[in-house]
């Protein structure tokens, strides 16, 4: 795959006719699948893009991507040509930063994607840190949206995912910031395995379907509850629990101790055994060896170590 020209000698003369600022837009279509979303990217115009992947379709003499639907799917040349490409794009990039130097008020932004009931706990802390710094960064909380983390991530559009650890894929790097645990919180006074069961339960998910994530924990181990009702938020859960003295809502700690618990509610271990949990940051692979992408994860990890 990565031999197409291998057997060509270098010409250097014909340099002249190769734009070259034409093949990061090539790599953006491909990794995209959109010339409006590539566009965003490389902050140029729709109308810009679109000119200019008809150029490099004539100086590559194949149409390289074709529409279906909404998507920009590549031909066999430009799946063979991409990763050729990519590498020489690379190369070209660290030769030119060689000699560059980075220093932190160069960050001017910071854009993260963060669940809702994640960002009490994670954003104040990370906008305090920076503050301290004295950094002039413009911050921005983005809602989180799972289907398109991959996309948003590779377009730059947000610097970095905050999350419960999950697999986006082999392009998506993780580092934990935050361990956590279920707990149950119940206005009854004593809580078992069996009282557990019996109970009915409250669901907090910002998903219209599918299990919760305790409740793949617990059909792993045979076990299934009563869920009660299921809401999007854990504060409007907490003021259901006050209303029904049987109801049990099950939560990560972490995010429980950003709430306000009313004094007829009891807090219990899980009854039981529930895998913690890993709250943490993610970022494009693509961009681990950027010095302003390290800076940040640097800074961030710092707040949380």
């Known amino acids: 795959m990565n031999t197409i020209h291998n057997n060509v000698d270098m010409d250097l003369a014909n340099f002249y006719r190769i734009d070259i600022n034409l093949y990061p837009l090539f790599i953006a279509i491909f990794e995209l699948k959109s010339i409006s979303k590539a566009a965003h990217m490389l902050n140029i115009t729709q109308s810009a893009a679109s000119h200019a992947l008809q150029r490099l379709r004539l100086q ?13 799917l590549p031909t066999p040349f430009a799946e063979q040509s991409y990763p050729i ?7 070209i990039q660290s030769i030119s930063l060689q000699k560059q130097s980075f220093e932190p008020d160069m960050v001017k932004t910071l854009k993260i994607a963060v669940h809702d009931e994640i960002e009490p706990i994670i954003f104040p802390r990370i906008f305090q840190h920076f503050q301290q710094l004295n950094l002039d960064i413009q911050f921005t909380s983005i809602k989180l949206d799972r289907k398109t983390v991959v996309a948003d991530l590779a377009a730059q559009q947000i610097d970095f995912v905050m999350d419960l ?14 361990h956590d ?20 339960h409250i669901g907090v ?12 924990y617990l059909q792993r181990q045979q076990l299934n509850r009563n869920i009660l009702l299921r809401c ?14 049987q109801a049990i809502l099950t939560l990560p700690e972490t995010i429980l101790s950003h709430l306000q618990v ?24 693509d961009l681990n060896e950027n010095k302003r992408c390290i800076f940040l994860r640097e800074q961030i990890n710092s707040i949380f170590a």
């Open 60 to 72: 590559l003499q194949d149409d390289l991507f074709i529409r279906a639907g909404h998507k920009m």
């Open 85 to 91: 490409i990519k590498n020489a794009l690379h190369a």
């Open 165 to 178: 650890e999950q697999n986006f894929g082999e392009k998506i790097q993780f580092q934990a910031l935050v």
């Open 181 to 200: 645990r279920f707990i149950a919180c119940t206005q009854q006074t004593q809580m078992d395995e069996a009282t557990y069961f019996a109970s009915p």
């Open 205 to 216: 998910s910002s998903r219209r379907t599918g299990l919760l994530l305790e409740d793949i």
């Open 232 to 245: 999007q938020h854990y504060s409007t859960a907490l003021q259901i629990l006050e209303q029904n003295a």
């Open 262 to 285: 009313g004094l007829s509610l009891n807090i219990f271990s899980v009854p039981v055994e529930l895998p913690n949990m890993k709250m943490g940051m993610f970022w494009h692979k």
